[in-house]
């Protein structure tokens, strides 16, 4: 009931296009979502984050989707450019849990100029 | 700013070695953590603090250690170094509450560690 399932492991993408990454989870406890993005050699950043009271979140050119009662949340990624080749992660945690995330496995995206 | 630093970033131990994993950061903030990240796998919580003196383990927690003297150190330790400890360690902190706007971590740059 911990786990969060995040797919694809790698997408390739070309320049301009929409990336789409997706995660599931199973614990109705979680109320919290981010997203983060790992560069080659750094640690993760935050991109951008949703609790369970939206349905979408935007920032720029990332949205995050959410639907509660299938239990899944998504990144979407538009006119996506070479710069944000990078690893992403999908995570999920209970707001009263000091931020102890559970992360999925991370997706490899690269994008093709 | 430095944010969260870690040392060293590369090392490599045989097994039965011990070692000690240094974090430090000078944001003020109350909580770290300590995440290991294995390839394919995510990332998975170690040890965390919520603050000096405060301690607690995390999904992962056998075979290391750690303490909390100070707001800025968050040292981790292995104690006999298995090759299942062959990972990529992060530490990361925030500084607490939960606005959404503001509420995040912010990682070290890694430390890559090889036990053979």
């Known amino acids: 009931q911990q786990q969060v399932k995040q797919s694809p492991q790698s997408l390739i993408v070309q320049k301009g296009g929409i990336s789409i990454i997706n995660c599931a989870y199973e614990n109705t406890a979680f109320d919290y979502f981010p997203w983060y993005q790992q560069f080659p050699g750094k640690g993760p950043a935050l991109l951008i984050a949703?609790?369970?009271d939206v349905s979408e979140k935007k920032e720029g050119r990332f949205t995050i989707s959410f639907n509660k009662s299938a239990k899944q949340f998504s990144l979407h990624i538009m006119d996506s450019q070479p710069g944000d080749s990078a690893t992403y992660f999908c995570?999920?945690?209970?707001?009263?849990?000091?931020?102890?995330?559970?992360w999925g496995a991370g997706t490899k995206l690269i994008i093709k100029p | 700013n430095a944010g969260v630093t870690q040392t060293p970033k590369f090392r490599i131990l045989k097994i039965g070695q011990s070692m000690t994993l240094q974090c430090t950061q000078d944001m003020n903030h109350n909580y770290m953590y300590w995440y290991r990240q294995d390839p394919g796998m995510g990332l998975k919580l170690i040890y965390y603090?919520?603050?000096?003196?405060?301690?607690d383990k995390g999904e992962v927690p056998n075979g290391y250690n750690v303490s909390r003297s100070t707001t800025e150190d968050f040292p981790l330790r292995l104690e006999l170094a298995a090759p299942s400890q062959t990972s990529v360690y992060f530490c990361a902190s925030r500084s607490g509450g939960w606005n959404l706007s503001n509420e995040k971590l912010f990682f070290g740059s890694g430390t890559q560690l090889s036990v053979l």
């Open positions: 995570a999920a945690s209970k707001v009263d849990s000091n931020y102890q995330l559970i």
């Open positions: 949703i609790r369970p």
């Open positions: 603090s919520v603050g000096a003196g405060i301690t």
